[in-house]
């Protein structure tokens, strides 16, 4: 009986610690489950909402140089032939002082005003220019890289130097040019360039040919939008053109950030605009155009702004072999400057001008010892022209006729 009892209580005891063994396994597994889950909820919790943080913002920028006219006199292209030490022409000297302003720019753009037609089908000078290639050449090793080419003179010399000056700007890759082409496909497509992810384009037209006539059907040959003595309330050809540079437009003004209208205008050797340039700039303007950049008067025009489009209503001559009448206003250029702001923030994206800057040029003429364009800050300007000071005054203030907050670059001390 003793060994039963004791078989009994043996029996009872495993049993016992084998219930407390399973108590102990099913707490064990459900704090673990309780804490799994516990430590799930608190990951899910802490985790960072990506969908809830600010977007990021993103700022580029780019710097832009213009001037005026490049009008190629045979003075001038006489001269570089001199400079040359080969049987060819060498411009550089007549633009060192110019190239050390450009170089350090991002964009640079200028006014071919005579056509590149190349020595090859005979140089020629006014009334009807042809220009060798070698001036484009040092155009773009001082660094400009935007050209317009509808000028009055671009029919100058015929179908054969516009084909000549289109295939020799076509063939520089890094070179946006615009206003004349070689075919109707050409002149329609859509160039674009982007340089510091800022993407941008050019076009350009001129008021007209000179009387040339531009041949039926070959329109594209160079971009004209008539005239420059309309009358707003009748001129149907003037409403008709401005279709058509709408529809240019229109083309291109969402697919880039900066849109750049060059126009070739105005009353030659006056200082102001007339209700012909001023309509436009308004117009164009409207458009959404960032920046309406004149030609053609061969002086310097008022500078301003119609909301936020940058308006130069005439850059005046960079270079040519136009004498001192006038005051020297032939003679005396502008090169306007800007800096680019494109800031992007999630989907929205901005672009605003700032840090506009003009500063007055001045191109010197053999009688004064050779071509050279000089700016007025430089302090070598002493030396090819003593009433500078004064030149200084009575153009700055043209520029700032429009609107006194202008700013232009003051005298080297």
């Known amino acids: 009986m ?8 043996l029996r009872k005891g495993r049993i016992f610690l084998c219930l407390i063994i399973l108590i102990i396994v ?9 804490y799994a889950l516990e430590g799930f909820t608190n990951k899910t919790e802490t985790k960072p909402n990506n969908t809830s943080s600010a977007p990021k913002e993103e700022t580029y920028e780019l710097s832009l140089a213009m001037v005026g006219d490049n009008l190629i006199h045979d003075g001038i292209y006489a001269e570089a032939n001199r400079n040359a030490s080969y049987n060819g022409y060498d411009f550089s000297p007549m633009y060192e002082y110019l190239k050390e302003i450009i170089e350090p720019y991002d964009l640079a753009y200028y006014n071919q005003e005579t056509i590149l037609g190349g020595d090859e089908i005979g140089l020629s000078s006014y009334p009807c220019f042809n220009s060798p290639y070698e001036v484009g050449d040092e155009m773009i090793n001082i660094g400009f890289n935007l050209v317009s080419l509808a000028t009055n003179h671009t029919m100058d010399r015929g179908e054969q130097a516009i084909m000549n000056s289109c295939n020799y700007w076509n063939s520089k890759e890094d070179v946006l040019s615009a ?14 360039k982007e340089k510091n992810n800022i993407s941008y384009t050019l076009l350009s037209y001129t008021y007209g040919t000179n009387g040339i006539p531009v041949p039926s059907g070959k329109e594209y040959l160079v971009n004209v939008w008539p005239t420059n003595g309309y009358d707003p309330s009748s001129d149907s050809a ?3 053109y401005k279709e058509t540079v709408k529809a240019d437009i229109e ?9 750049m209208v060059a126009m070739h205008w105005g009353v030659e050797y006056t200082h102001t605009p007339t209700a012909y340039q001023i309509d ?3 117009f164009l303007a409207e458009l959404g155009v960032d920046i309406v950049i004149g030609s053609h008067p061969h002086v310097v025009m008022p500078v301003t702004w119609i909301d936020d489009t940058l308006v130069i209503y005439s850059l005046g001559n960079l270079i040519s072999a136009q004498e001192t009448d006038l005051d020297y206003a032939k003679m005396v250029g502008l090169l306007t400057s800007i800096k680019i702001t494109k800031n992007v923030k999630g989907d929205a994206t901005t672009i605003s001008l700032s840090d506009l800057n ?17 700016p007025f800050s430089n302090p070598d300007i002493a030396n090819y022209n003593s009433d500078y000071q004064r030149l200084y005054n009575k153009y700055s203030a043209v520029i700032k006729s429009m609107d006194d907050t202008v700013p232009v670059a003051a005298l080297s001390e």
Not at 2 to 9: A, G, H, M, P
Not at 26 to 34: A, H, L, R
């Open 2 to 9: 003793k060994k039963r009892r004791v078989k009994r209580k």
């Open 26 to 34: 099913i707490s064990g597994i459900g704090f673990g489950i309780k």
């Open 179 to 192: 206003g004349s082409y070689c075919s109707e496909e050409e002149r329609n497509e859509i160039r674009i």
């Open 238 to 240: 003037y409403q008709e």
């Open 251 to 259: 083309r291109v003004r969402d697919k880039v950030d900066v849109l």
């Open 280 to 282: 436009m700039a308004n």
């Open 358 to 374: 003009n500063e007055l040029l001045y191109t010197s003429h053999p009688n004064w010892r050779n071509y050279k364009v000089i």
